[in-house]
């Protein structure tokens, strides 16, 4: 039973940065893979960001140098550091976090989403 919570997204002018958190309770998740995820109208949602339970990190072509996917494992956290946001950023932007749990098998887990809108 995990509950995530987005917070961060704002409206922000192109060049402009942000910083997304994301708050997990109900499991500690320091083990876990977890990722970000976003979508924009008219679009599929994208795979932007995912962090290892180890802190690899891996990153969309369309953020790579742009983002940082981040956690803090003590306080069960994940962060999404955003600069020189594009108007092609613009998206709600989703955590998630897949956990194996045995017996019942893998279990998806997703949080409400926050807005990112990036005015030019």
């Known amino acids: 039973q995990v509950q995530l919570v987005e917070s961060g997204g704002d409206l922000v002018q192109a060049g402009g940065s942000l910083t997304l958190s994301c708050a997990a309770s109900?499991?500690?998740?320091?083990?876990?893979?977890m990722d970000w995820y976003r979508q924009a109208l008219g679009h599929e949602r994208e795979l932007v960001a995912t962090i290892s339970g180890g802190g690899t990190t891996n990153y969309a072509d369309s953020v790579r140098g742009r983002c940082t996917i981040s956690r803090d494992t003590a306080k069960n956290i994940m962060y999404l550091q955003m600069n020189t946001l594009k108007p092609e950023d613009t998206a709600v932007y989703v955590c998630?976090?897949?956990?194996?749990?045995?017996?019942?098998?893998?279990?998806?887990?997703w949080g409400r989403g926050t807005q990112v809108t990036v005015s030019s």
């Open positions: 998630h976090v897949r956990i194996a749990a045995s017996i019942d098998g893998v279990y998806d887990y």
């Open positions: 109900g499991r500690t998740l320091s083990r876990n893979d």
